[in-house]
């Protein structure tokens, strides 16, 4: 126990491999650690029933998790699975989905497929999409959303829960992070190839109607007495587009 936690530790402080395709450098960061990722994960990734509870997941309904590692979150809402159409659940490293595949084998709807964020597409658009700390982790998530935006029925809803810190100048309706916090977060987690700079969420909030904003901060596993911020996002694609300037003043 104390051993692989020792391993899981030592993966998380070498850090991302720089080099290589992306599905080179995450498998290269996660293979180590695949079997032990729920295990710490629990402790790190805050928010993610509360983001999956308010995105209103409802009997009938096809469901797409993009980035959704080794599934954990499917666990968050397993009782309602067999109701529903489908479940997708898509990323791009091998290791992770291994364990995702084995917790899945026991549902006939579900399905995991190895494939790009960015360029994946269901062979019907869904009802409910979600990014669960996966936004972070995509070095192309402007594509991401916008092909999250293709996948989603008009009037469909997104949620997302992810790290984030807040620009110098915030944006309306935002929290304002201390400037250590926006100089510390980021650099702690850009090592792992995680990027926390505010445009994700601005992009999100200017491409989508925003139902829920929620805005928290978290502990971290060794660093006692530190917390990240992290935000819950459930938005809607409206059934017309969003006019160029959105309720939060943002200028497409
Ligand atoms: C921090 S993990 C989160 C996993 C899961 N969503 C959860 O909440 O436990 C981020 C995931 O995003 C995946 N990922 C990163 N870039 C991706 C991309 N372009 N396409 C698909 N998956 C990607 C990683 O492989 C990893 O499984």
């Not at 409802?58 to 469901?63: F, K, N």
């Not at 997708?88 to 490293?93: E, Y």
């Not at 935002?174 to 510390?184: A, N």
Request: overall charge positive; hydrophobic content about 40%.
């Amino acid at each position: 126990m104390l051993r692989t936690e020792a391993k899981l530790l030592w993966t998380l402080l070498r850090g991302q491999p720089r080099s290589g395709s992306l599905k080179r450098r995450l498998e290269g960061f996660y293979a180590p650690q695949a079997s032990r990722y729920d295990n710490f994960r629990e402790r790190l990734l805050h928010g993610r029933a509360e983001m999956l509870a308010a995105l209103e997941l409802a009997p009938g309904q096809r469901v797409l998790e993009l980035g959704g590692g080794t599934a954990r979150n499917l666990e968050f809402y397993a009782n309602l699975i067999p109701k529903l159409a489908s479940v997708q659940v898509v990323d791009l490293c091998g290791p992770l989905l291994t364990q995702a595949r084995h917790r899945c084998a026991r549902w006939t709807n579900v399905y995991v497929t190895e494939a790009d964020a960015t360029v994946f597409r269901p062979p019907e658009q869904v009802d409910r999409l979600y990014f669960s700390y996966a936004l972070t982790m995509m070095p192309k998530w402007r594509k991401a959303i916008d092909n999250a935006w293709q996948m989603l029925k008009p009037g469909g809803m997104l949620g997302v829960v992810d790290f984030y810190v807040s620009g110098p100048p915030p944006t309306p309706g935002e929290r304002v992070h201390h400037w250590l916090t926006r100089q510390f977060w980021p650099r702690w987690f850009a090592h792992d190839g995680v990027y926390l700079e505010p445009e994700r969420l601005r992009y999100l909030m200017q491409r989508f109607e925003v139902l829920i904003l929620q805005e928290d901060s978290g502990s971290i596993p060794y660093l006692p007495g530190l917390c990240v911020p992290y935000f819950q996002l459930i938005a809607r694609k409206p059934d017309m587009p969003l006019s160029r300037q959105s309720v939060y003043g943002i200028t497409q």
